[in-house]
């Protein structure tokens, strides 16, 4: 086989498609499930990846007030953010977040999981998180999404 008959396959923008999956949250472990979402909103499980484009789907987390924690997390993890002024180090426990905003222990967890930069935050937007069992994304055609 010679070089020039070797091409390597770049995909294009216009050509990427983007599918929708809802998973449920209920009864899964933080971590694993935040690394399947992670895979699935940068497209890392299709066969045509492509790194440098957005080409992940859509997902849709149910029951985010139902996550599991493995260990003592939930009264010992803490999360925590700066304000931007001084002395503006806010923290917040497990346990607490969970009472009043249980959709951001899992959008924290998938954020970690994507680039830190600024197609991880356009892939960000892609996950949409559910406390309860509905979310109004029907008219999608969510296909469920295996773990």
């Known amino acids: 086989m010679h070089r020039k ?6 995909l294009k923008a216009k050509d990427i498609e983007k599918n929708w999956f809802v998973a449920d949250a209920e009864g899964q472990v933080l971590g694993r499930f935040a690394t399947r979402i992670a895979t699935v909103l940068r497209g890392k499980h299709k066969p045509t990846y492509t790194p440098h484009l957005d080409m992940g789907d859509c997902v849709v987390v149910t029951n985010a007030e139902k ?78 999404l295996e773990l």
């Open 67 to 144: 996550v599991l924690t493995t260990g003592n997390k939930e009264v010992k993890k803490i999360y925590w953010h700066h304000t931007g002024f001084i002395g503006g180090q806010k923290t917040i426990k497990l346990e607490t977040l969970r009472q009043k905003h249980p959709e951001r222990i899992i959008k924290s967890a998938v954020r970690g999981m994507l680039p830190h930069n600024s197609l991880g935050r356009k892939m960000l937007k892609h996950l949409k998180i559910y406390a309860g069992p509905d979310h109004p994304h029907q008219a999608q055609l969510p296909k469920t």
């Open 5 to 10: 008959d070797m091409n390597t396959f770049s």
